[in-house]
């Protein structure tokens, strides 16, 4: 099994739905992040969490919400989904401690029509 | 100014030949830098990590970090046909709140 898992890994909506994509992770780690992915664009960071009760916005959160439901678990939602939502997404964690590596789930490709 | 910027590319190298990518930041204060490997549509693979001034071999790679002059960079010997993809250099920094932030990241072609 992974070792941080993405559900679903597709997923087709339409504009104004509300969807969530979630993430959990197997390693124990305390930080948790959510990256979107459009071409040429790189990752860019939607919201960060280093512990259950720690919520932070990166640099892309408008129109994204997201929920630290348990350490193992960080979800990422779209209130009102819009077409340029369309993208790429990522979850990752990372430890903090002598070896802070991040490990990727495998993405959701999002697609609002 | 970005955090963390890279050349998008892409670069293109004969097989065999030595692919070097780099990679600047803005934080004086960075401490922990990776480099990462991706295909397309395919989640980010680190390959390298590197904490201190130097170099730091694996295997055909080498990752290279110096700090006074803000930048790191990945040595890629021996390149081959499967080591096209797109590199992503990403940094964690004191300054930048200890979130991990990457760049735009580098594509690299190797051409037979």
């Known amino acids: 099994d992974a070792d941080v898992t993405q559900t679903p890994r597709n997923r087709i909506t339409k504009t104004g739905k509300r969807i969530m994509l979630e993430c959990s992770q197997t390693?124990?780690?305390?930080?948790m992040y959510w990256y979107r992915q459009d071409p040429g664009l790189g990752l860019r960071l939607i919201y960060y969490?280093?512990?259950?009760?720690?919520?932070n916005k990166g640099e892309i959160s408008d129109g994204y919400s997201v929920s630290r439901q348990a350490q193992a678990k960080f979800s990422l939602s779209l209130e009102s989904a819009i077409p340029n939502q369309t993208a790429l997404y990522f979850c990752a964690t990372n430890g903090n401690g002598e070896r802070p590596e991040a490990f990727f789930g495998q993405g959701t490709r999002l697609t609002v029509v | 100014q970005k955090e963390v910027e890279q050349n998008s590319g892409p670069l293109s190298v004969p097989e065999g030949a030595i692919a070097s990518l780099n990679c600047t930041y803005s934080?004086?204060?960075?401490?922990?830098f990776f480099w990462y490997r991706q295909y397309s549509g395919k989640s980010p693979e680190l390959i390298m990590s590197i904490y201190s001034n130097g170099d730091k071999e694996d295997g055909r790679f080498t990752a290279q970090l110096n700090k006074a002059s803000q930048y790191v960079s990945l040595l890629i010997r021996d390149s081959q046909p499967s080591d096209s993809a797109t590199y992503l250099c990403a940094v964690i920094s004191w300054g930048g709140g200890n979130k991990l932030t990457f760049g735009t990241g580098t594509q690299l072609k190797v051409e037979l």
């Open positions: 969490s280093f512990d259950v009760k720690d919520i």
């Open positions: 390693k124990g780690h305390d930080r």
């Open positions: 934080d004086r204060v960075s401490q922990s």
